[in-house]
């Protein structure tokens, strides 16, 4: 079956850099698009980035934009969130998530696996 595993959470402080990852199994990975999204406490999940199956094409939400990078590598059928200068506001879950195919996306109901998300927490 489809496995979604992210690693790399933790606690940093404001204006620090972290690097989170999610290991795809059970399924093709570069027939996937990948996508990251994030669930604050008592807040819906907002979608953060995606990535096309090959890498080359990027989508992000304005408010990390020239903060964070999503990138992917199929060879190890991982995809990656790099977020730097980090707000306290980005505190959150973070989840990864699988779409077969088509365009990228920004809704949750548009993707199909979802991991099993990674806290992320930044103090100020």
């Known amino acids: 079956q489809v496995q979604l595993v992210e690693s790399g959470g933790g606690l940093v402080q404001a204006g620090g850099s972290l690097r989170i990852s999610c290991a795809a199994s059970g399924l093709t990975f570069s027939n996937y698009n990948m996508g990251w999204f994030r669930q604050a406490p008592g807040k819906e999940r907002e979608f953060v980035a995606a990535?096309?199956?090959?890498?080359?094409?990027?989508h992000y939400v304005d408010s990390v934009k020239g903060r964070f990078t999503i990138s992917r590598d199929n060879a190890k059928n991982t995809v990656y969130l790099q977020m730097n200068s980090l707000k306290p506001e980005d505190t959150a879950v973070y989840y990864c998530t699988a779409r077969n195919g088509g365009s990228l996306q920004m809704v949750v109901s548009e993707y199909g696996y979802w991991g099993q998300g990674t806290q992320v927490t930044v103090s100020s």
């Open positions: 990535i096309g199956w090959n890498g080359g094409s990027t």
